[in-house]
């Protein structure tokens, strides 16, 4: 199978947004919908509507309630539970919305697999860590928890829309660091 580098940049871009809807859901859908609507890229065709003034509005004002929302702790814990399965969901849309010149049996495999696995793994550690961070402090740390998640996204989402390769390497690189951290908290047998 030949893959066009158009193919590759797109699911580059669309890995790397739903790597970033693992840190924040609203935002990289608000990143997508701003570079949609100044014309940076350009979308499947039944997915133009998240270029719209409306969608680039709405999601604008979901994601600094989102921002905001997760500074409460207790709150931040809440909105996890509802985070983690919206972060399969939107990950999965953003590779879907970006994925160009494939097959639609393709593009939704890789969409599901790809895109919502890697945000529902993102957002699981996430929330497990958040967790743990209320859990020893009281829920003091998450403040710090989630001004570093919150500039995660934004660094992941900027090169998905600018360098999409650099952000499939951040992708690799986040999804490792998970990986490490996983291994040396699981229990030894």
């Known amino acids: 199978m030949n893959i066009e580098p158009d193919t590759l940049i797109s699911l580059f871009l669309g890995i ?15 990143a997508l919908s701003f570079a949609a609507y100044l014309g940076v890229w350009e979308l499947n065709e039944s997915w133009q509507w998240i270029g719209s003034l409306t969608a680039l509005i709405t999601m604008g004002v979901a994601t600094i ?3 905001f929302a997760y500074f409460i702790p207790w709150v931040d814990n809440a909105l996890d539970s509802l985070a983690i399965p919206l972060a399969g969901i939107a990950g999965t849309a953003v590779v879907v919305s970006t994925a160009a010149n494939l097959d639609p049996v393709v593009t939704w495999s890789l969409a599901i697999i790809a895109g919502g696995g890697t945000a529902t ?5 996430n929330a497990a860590g ?21 500039g995660t996204a934004v660094a992941v989402s900027t090169a998905s ?4 390769p650099i952000a499939a390497i951040l992708v ?10 996983y291994r040396k908290l699981r229990p030894k047998r």
């Not at 790397?16 to 608000?30: D, I, T």
């Not at 690799?172 to 951290?181: A, E, T």
């Open 16 to 30: 790397g947004l739903a790597a970033s809807v693992g840190f924040r859901v609203f935002l990289p859908l608000f």
């Open 65 to 67: 309630v989102e921002i």
């Open 121 to 125: 793994m993102i957002k699981g550690a």
């Open 130 to 150: 958040r967790l743990a961070s209320s859990g020893t402090t009281g829920g003091l740390a998450n403040p710090l928890v989630s001004t570093v998640e919150t």
């Open 161 to 164: 829309i600018l360098v999409p």
């Open 172 to 181: 690799i690189i986040i999804l490792l660091i998970i990986f490490r951290i």
